[in-house]
């Protein structure tokens, strides 16, 4: 079964420094995955999704993720946390095992921006 | 821009009483999800559906059962509320697989049952 993990439940960076969540996915076959967030009361919103195209993917306000297939990591990075960043992270897989339509979420990574 | 509303933000809710939410998605979107998320467990996937009518369990669907008489429109049925059903519920739809899409949430319905 395909499954992914997030390394660290919270995660603390100051204003202005860089960003890193951590992700390990397990998948049997090529994964489809993604970045989501989640601000305070809301909704998820998609940050950037990997589909076996270019290995380094862009996403939305400054965020990018690698996937590395030797590693089966997908860690997220922005060079330069903003206060408007502070909000929750999940990881998730789809894929053949669990049907593309399917999506597989980690626990979540809380970010802490501190002034 | 893709819509997805939830009928309620906020509901509270005795034990035993059978509890309807309800979610609907503006895009024309073949698949509909319901998940509930917990504190340190990430999303779980209750039900979701591919077409009308049509419906598939989920990783948790006990105590729950799903609704999809229109497109547009996914209920998640809690026939006989309980405490440990007291959580976050979050709608999403996405477009008949094809290609590998995301989901769009709504906003959430966070349900206490007391």
């Known amino acids: 079964a395909q499954s992914v993990t997030q390394l660290d439940s919270h995660v603390s960076v100051s204003e202005g420094t860089p960003v890193l969540l951590r992700c390990n996915y397990s998948?049997?076959?090529?994964?489809?995955l993604f970045w989501y967030v989640q601000h305070p009361n809301k909704g998820l919103q998609l940050l950037l999704k990997?589909?076996?195209?270019?290995?380094l993917v862009k996403g939305i306000n400054g965020f990018e993720a690698e996937f590395k297939k030797s590693e089966t990591s997908f860690h997220l990075t922005k060079p330069s946390a903003h206060m408007s960043d502070a909000a929750e992270y999940f990881c998730v897989v789809s894929g053949p095992n669990t049907g593309f339509q399917k999506l597989v979420f980690g626990t979540g990574t809380r970010l802490l921006v501190s002034p | 821009d893709v819509k997805v509303t939830q009928s309620s933000r906020y509901l509270v809710k005795r034990t035993g009483e059978k509890v309807f939410l309800e979610c609907v998605q503006d895009m024309d979107h073949e698949n509909m999800f319901w998940y509930r998320q917990d504190p340190g467990l990430g999303l779980r996937l209750i039900y979701f559906s591919y077409d009308v009518k049509m419906k598939e369990k989920g990783d948790i669907p006990e105590g729950y059962s799903v609704s999809r008489e229109k497109k547009e429109r996914f209920s998640l049925i809690l026939e006989s509320a309980s405490t440990n059903q007291t959580s976050m519920y979050l709608c999403a739809s996405s477009p008949l697989a094809g290609g590998v899409y995301e989901q769009y949430f709504g906003p959430g319905t966070r349900l206490t049952v007391t």
């Open positions: 990997y589909t076996s195209a270019a290995t």
């Open positions: 998948s049997s076959y090529s994964p489809s």
